[in-house]
């Protein structure tokens, strides 16, 4: 068994986006913080109506996945297919832009806080000009498990392995077959995954501090783990609440542009040309 280590630490840089929502960027903080496929983590986080209001109107994607994890609050998903996502606390929506929607995702809300995530999962190139489509994913449809060291996981996709238990998620498979568990523990406890070693991988603190492999990892930072078959960590006198995020890589050329993830520059032209256009929605 050999244990992932941390490979690079990416801090999670304050940014806004949309309509001005302030947030925390890590994966996607710049073209060099990205781990194929993951192409962006960002954290939001406020009490502040001010910092999410105005959210996010109406936007384009094209060819990847976005998956929203609501903590606390609740927003207003709708796209130009008609579909509304009313997600509130403990909620996740699986989003596939596929060759393209147009959606917009607001707070419904005007006070208390609103907290959560918003990530960015390649698409591989036979996967991107698919119809586009989401899954709404309640809270009583993501396990929980406790944990043999004391905390508990939340398991949103794939399988959470331990020596205790196999525990699946609502989303499983697909070509990157993702892992996305978020994991709560209290101070000094452990905690352990078997991870195989064909995943790239990374872990997202984003309550108190964890030590993995005698290097520590502190809050609102991201970890690249190296290559390994297992995870393991110690959580901070603190405790420490994280991400855990896995996939297989793609192994693909990326080119982005904004809203628009493809495999060549000529691709990523002829979004902007369909999008303008009117195209990029048509005859799905």
């Known amino acids: 068994m050999t244990i992932r280590t941390i490979q690079r630490i990416i801090e999670a840089l304050p940014t806004s986006d949309g309509a001005g929502v302030k947030l925390r960027r890590s ?37 990847f996945e976005t998956v929203t994890y609501l903590l606390d609050g609740h927003m207003l998903h709708e796209d130009h297919l008609g579909n509304r996502g009313d997600l509130k606390t403990g909620a996740v929506q699986w989003m596939c832009a596929g060759r393209g929607i147009i959606h917009s995702e607001m707070p419904q809300q005007t006070e208390g806080r609103l ?25 009583s449809e993501i396990p929980v498990a406790a944990l043999s060291g004391g905390g508990h996981a939340k398991v949103i996709a794939g399988t959470l392995e331990t020596d205790d ?9 697909g070509a990157t077959d993702p892992l996305y568990i978020d994991v709560e523990l209290p101070a000094h406890a452990s905690f352990a995954q078997k991870l195989p070693s064909v995943r790239n991988a990374f872990l997202y603190v984003f309550e108190g501090s964890a030590t993995i492999a005698d290097r520590e990892l502190a809050n609102h930072h991201a970890a690249v783990l190296g290559a390994g078959d297992e995870v393991r960590l110690t959580a ?37 040309n369909d999008y303008q256009s009117g195209r990029l929605v048509a005859a799905q």
Not at 27 to 49: I, K, V, Y
């Open 27 to 63: 994966l996607g903080s710049s073209q060099h913080a990205r781990l194929d496929p993951f192409l962006m983590l960002d954290e939001f986080s406020s009490e502040n109506p001010d910092d999410y209001i105005a959210g996010f109107p109406s936007h384009p994607h094209r060819g």
């Open 115 to 139: 907290r959560g995530f918003q990530l960015w999962l390649n698409l591989s190139a036979k996967e991107k000009m698919k119809p586009a489509g989401y899954r709404d994913i309640e809270p």
């Open 165 to 173: 238990a196999a525990i699946d998620g609502p989303m499983q498979g």
């Open 236 to 272: 901070g006198g603190s405790g420490a609440r994280f991400l855990l995020l896995a996939a297989r890589p793609l192994n693909e050329p990326v080119v982005q542009y904004g809203p628009f993830v493809m495999n060549t520059r000529e691709e990523i032209e002829q979004a902007i």
